[in-house]
């Protein structure tokens, strides 16, 4: 990207320059909040651990990143200093837009696909502000400080959880399981206590994100960071002496980043980084490395295209991918995403809404429901259609492509500027990680003053700790000899092939991973996506120059002195209008609606049902896009109801109209329309004279639940027994073989996976025997029709 700051310019003015700084301040505590708090891709507002709404934060620190670059242009427009540019990356943010706002139109629960795509645009709005505030050596490198110094905060969490948590963890499950199973409402003896066991017994190492993938995957990004920097400290050791122990702070610095990634035991993030090192030797010594690297580039992007059929034919012929399970399951996952496209294959199935569509396609012998296909180009495609990905490749692949790994033309401040600049953006990230932490991530139970003391130290005193004595370490490294106010700061193409590498690293890895999707990890991909594209010099640009010609640049000028206030007018109207939706579309219903269900579980919990029923409802009003209210209100009428000695049909009628709202504001969640079943189940034993009528509107909805969800066993029995009361035994032995053949396969894939294990039944066992009792009682008299 071009210097916004050119010997041509005219100098900005303090105001502006003040605003950029605290700007660049706020995005580097985005980036290190999010880097330090568990953030799921999809997060849920039901989650059982939490101060403060997981959607609401997520939502929130969405918007700080959209409405800084907002703000900034605003700002450069009434000052009277925007350039009016066209860039490649842009025009696929353009793109991007355009099919999250097409996919959300077509999708089933519009909520999710709001909260979805606001939370995958607003890295990449930072990155566009990122790429035009980092116009300098050392707001590059004192973002990188930043990543790195993460990177140790990351590295100090995962050695903690391989060390210590994982084993007082496993400890606490041996000694009274009750502890862990009770609060996640898992009984022993079933699939979801397997699952949760197989986690424990693994340790999985997964620093501050929700799995060891993910935490590989943000390894990747500071081991690179943390590469460039000691590259370049050995490459300007000439021109910015250092003293030898710096060298080797630098050196232990990095080892212990690369200590974090190695510790997570992720195969895919190692072997990603691994070919992403291979990559960086190759660059580094090559003459050309603007033409090697656009060669791997296209080899890397080749060997993708040749790989999908080769993927397809293999899976096809043997039902799974060679490897162990997990590439069974993900051939699972990637054949039932395929099907999910063929079916939306212009808009996709909307933003956030392919766990809901999963269960339509999911095998029926497949162990795991995922949130996700577990592949960065299948997750695009599937949710937001191949304009989204198409979209999302131009963000990505352009700036990679363009990068020509020279060494950059950016202003060399002096050293106390460097220091001014430095000061705000350590304190900032440690200020954000102290005060607002333990309202993210609540402390847990502690018997005493000083179990709680303990928790306060190791969960939110020493993460800061270690962010801050890891930026002073970094900024003390790049500290020349016998000169305190001299820094190397110069920046070669060491560094943009380092974060070439970085970037391509983690692609590579997301191609079978989702990791990239967490707002942490995407976050902090996006800051060092924007650090490779102000070490640019104009290839990312293509700008709207005014014509060469005399004349037609007097045209120019004039027209533009003529129409200057129409694209300041356009761009406040623009800001407004984003704001206005922003808030009255995303965050404040999101808000206010999960405040009323998170004040609605006390009352449950203490069998208050009128207060929370009233709750509810008005969380139901609050968001109209949301399907959980009612849903919850629906399930917890049908609790009420059967908690009461007297039955009461206004219970239930309450319950239909409940579920029936849910229904419609997520059409594809099978769930609503099986809670409806037992609604209509329950009417039938309160009224007997209409038993007939209840029972078959009970079977039409059971039997739109089973369309939704097709691989689901119990479904299927529930369905078997309904029609077995109305008399139809043809449906009735239909779905009980049915339910038969969907458990016998899961139970083939159980012993497949796990041979060592004893098999655990996905259906209850009585219900099982019972479907495979009547099955050979319907055989011996068979239906008339």
Request: hydrophobic share 50%.
């Amino acid at each position: 990207m071009t210097n916004p700051t050119t010997k041509t310019d005219n100098p900005k003015s303090k105001a502006l320059l003040l605003l950029e700084n605290v700007l660049l301040v706020c995005c580097v505590a985005v980036i290190a909040l999010r880097a330090t708090s568990a953030e799921a891709p999809m997060p849920q507002s039901t989650q059982i651990h939490t101060s403060i709404n997981d959607t609401v934060y997520s939502l929130a620190l969405s918007g700080i990143l959209i409405f800084a670059l907002l703000l900034w242009v605003l700002a450069r427009l009434f000052a009277g200093r925007l350039s009016f540019r066209i860039t490649a990356m842009q025009v696929g943010l353009v793109i991007l837009i355009a099919a999250a706002i097409l996919a959300t139109i077509y999708a089933s629960n519009k909520r999710a696909a709001v909260n979805a795509s606001i939370m995958l645009l607003a890295p990449f709005f930072m990155t566009m502000l990122l790429a035009r505030l980092l116009d300098s050596h050392a707001k590059i490198r004192i973002l990188l400080i930043v990543i790195i110094a993460l990177g140790l905060v990351a590295s100090w969490q995962s050695a903690d959880q391989f060390f210590i948590s994982n084993n007082i963890m496993l400890q606490q499950f041996q000694d009274d399981p009750n502890s862990i199973l009770q609060p996640l409402g898992i009984r022993p003896g079933t699939l979801n206590y397997m699952m949760l066991e197989h986690r424990i017994y693994s340790k999985d190492v997964r620093a501050f994100f929700t799995t060891s993938n993910s935490a590989g995957s943000f390894a990747i990004l500071t081991s690179f960071a943390s590469i460039a920097l000691f590259a370049e400290l050995l490459k300007n050791r000439k021109t910015s002496p250092l003293p030898l122990a710096n060298l080797l702070l630098a050196v232990s610095i990095l080892a212990a980043v690369l200590f974090g990634l190695f510790i997570t035991r992720s195969k895919g993030a190692i072997a990603s980084f691994l070919l992403a090192a291979v990559i960086f030797l190759l660059l580094s010594l090559s003459k050309r490395p603007k033409l090697s690297k656009n060669i791997i580039l296209a080899g890397c992007i080749f060997a993708i295209l040749v790989s999908i059929p080769l993927i397809v034919w293999f899976g096809l012929k043997f039902g799974r991918l060679p490897g162990g399970n997990s590439m069974l399951v993900r051939w699972q996952y990637w054949h039932a995403s395929a099907q999910m496209f063929i079916d939306h294959p212009l808009t996709g199935a909307g933003p956030g809404n392919f766990a809901t569509l999963y269960h339509r396609y999911k095998p029926p012998s497949a162990i795991e429901t995922v949130s996700d296909p577990h592949s960065l180009l299948l997750s695009i495609l599937t949710q937001y259609g191949p304009l989204g990905l198409l979209g999302f490749l131009l963000i990505v692949l352009i700036p990679l492509w363009r990068s020509s790994l020279t060494g950059p033309n950016l202003d060399k401040p002096s050293g106390s500027q460097f220091k001014k600049l430095a000061v705000p953006c350590v304190i900032a990230p440690v200020t954000v990680m102290l005060l607002l932490r333990p309202f993210i991530i609540p402390p847990g139970t502690a018997a005493n003053l000083d179990e709680k003391f303990y928790v306060l130290l190791t969960d939110y005193v020493v993460p800061a700790a270690t962010f801050a004595v890891g930026f002073i370490l970094l900024i003390r490294v790049l500290q020349t000899s016998g000169n305190k106010e001299g820094y190397s700061l110069q920046t070669t193409s060491l560094t943009a092939i380092a974060l070439f590498c970085a970037l391509l690293g983690v692609l590579i890895h997301n191609l079978i991973d989702f990791a990239i999707f967490e707002p942490g990890i995407l976050t902090a991909f996006a800051a060092v996506l924007a650090c490779l594209i102000a070490l640019g010099k104009g290839e990312n640009e293509q700008a709207l120059r005014p014509p060469s010609s005399l004349v037609l640049r007097s045209a120019f000028n004039v027209g533009c002195s003529k129409f200057r206030l129409l694209p300041s007018a356009f761009c406040l109207l623009s800001s407004a209008f984003c704001l206005f939706c922003y808030f009255n579309y995303a965050l404040l219903p999101v808000a206010k609606s999960t405040a009323k269900i998170t004040q609605a579980r006390r009352p449950i919990e203490l069998g208050r049902f009128e207060l929370a029923h009233n709750l509810l409802d008005s969380a139901t009003d609050d968001d109209p896009l949301s399907p959980e209210a009612p849903a919850m209100n629906g399930r917890l009428y049908l609790r009420h109801f059967q908690s009461t000695a007297a039955k009461n049909a206004q219970i239930l009628n309450a319950a239909e109209q409940a579920l029936s709202l849910a229904a419609q504001r997520n059409p594809d969640d099978y769930k609503n329309f099986e809670s409806l079943a037992e609604v209509y189940s329950l009417h039938s034993q309160l009224q007997p004279d209409e038993k007939n009528q209840w029972l078959t509107k009970a079977l039409d909805s059971a039997s739109i639940a089973v369309g939704l969800y097709p691989g689901d066993a119990e479904l299927h029995f529930y369905i078997a027994q309904l029609a077995d009361q109305l008399g139809k035994t043809d449906t009735a032995l239909k779905h009980y073989q049915k339910a038969v053949q969907i458990e016998d396969s899961f139970r083939d894939q159980f012993h497949l996976m796990y041979p060592d294990r004893e098999v655990l039944s996905r259906m209850p066992e009585e219900q099982y025997l019972l479907a495979k009792k009547r099955i050979r009682e319907l055989l011996a008299n068979p239906p008339k029709r």
